[in-house]
């Protein structure tokens, strides 16, 4: 059965790790063109090497997100060495919670920047190409934590809300070109996103939530794969998944 995955070209920010390790290996086997950002360039290179070592297309572009030209070229660079983009994946985040009594200013720039402004980098960047094109798709990853706030998300599940917001704002405006959007809310996945969190009561609080509940990475991939993989005049708009085993 043809998945509508086979000769797209995707972009993934934050392909270094979790989710997008993992949706680069999954995308790369189903015969996607995929072009890797992050700012481990050891990480992606060889992951570009290896995916291109089993007969798939593959570009690393060192890529940090907070800083808007790098993205531009990220894209450029895609659509310079595969002729378009077919899927943007805005998928670059971190999540260092603590109670805002905690007062982690910095950190909480950090989010803003990475987890909201790195995904409005992303739309920036690939938007014109899509227009041009009248075809594309973004998939934006928010989280549970875009739908529900608990003590010490705060600052991060305004990000992850706001990714919401404005990916729906986006599937409003771009119906002219043909663009479909989706947004992908994980709940708890084992991947290195816990390694971002400083505060010592939230690392531990997460690390032992992590420890009983989370599931491979691979369930990310798939989620992205579904997405992409159904016909053009099929838009899946919002997919929201956890463990099993995981209650709020
Ligand atoms: N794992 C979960 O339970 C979970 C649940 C819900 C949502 N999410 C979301 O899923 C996304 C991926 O996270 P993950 O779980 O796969 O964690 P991860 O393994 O820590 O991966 C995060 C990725 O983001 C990249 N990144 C961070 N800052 C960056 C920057 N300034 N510029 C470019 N890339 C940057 C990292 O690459 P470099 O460090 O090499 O730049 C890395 O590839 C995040 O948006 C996260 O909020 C995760």
């Not at 989710?19 to 700012?39: I, M, P, Q, T, Y």
């Not at 481990?40 to 907070?66: N, P």
């Not at 075809?135 to 919401?164: C, D, L, Q």
């Not at 070109?177 to 009561?201: F, H, K, M, Q, W």
């Amino acid at each position: 059965m043809s998945t509508n995955i086979a000769g797209k070209v995707i972009v993934i920010t934050g392909a270094s790790s979790g989710f997008g390790e993992a949706a680069a290996r999954l995308l790369s086997a189903e015969g996607a063109s995929v072009v890797l950002g992050a700012r481990r360039a050891d990480r992606i290179q060889s992951l570009a090497t290896e995916l291109s070592g089993r007969g798939g297309k593959a570009l690393a572009v060192t890529t940090d997100v907070t800083r808007r030209e790098q993205v531009k070229n990220l894209v450029d660079a895609a659509v310079k060495a595969y002729g378009r983009i077919d899927v943007m994946i805005n998928n670059a985040g971190l999540m260092p919670q603590a109670l805002l009594e905690r007062l982690q200013i910095d950190e909480w720039d950090r989010m803003i920047d990475v987890n909201l402004k790195g995904v409005l980098y992303g739309i920036a960047a690939a938007l014109p190409h899509m227009q041009r094109q009248k075809s594309g798709h973004f998939i934006n990853v928010s989280s549970v934590a875009g739908h529900k706030v608990g003590p010490g998300s705060a600052v991060y599940a305004a990000t992850k809300f706001g990714v919401r917001a404005l990916s729906e704002g986006l599937r409003q405006e771009v119906k002219p070109y043909n663009i479909r959007t989706t947004i992908i809310s994980p709940g708890a996945v084992a991947t290195e996103l816990p390694n971002s969190v400083t505060d010592p009561a939230a690392a531990e609080r997460i690390r032992k939530f992590y420890g009983e509940v989370a599931i491979p990475a691979d369930s990310f991939a798939r989620a992205a794969a579904y997405a992409i993989g159904e016909p053009d005049d099929v838009d899946v708009n919002e997919i929201v998944f956890r463990p099993t085993r995981q209650e709020l």
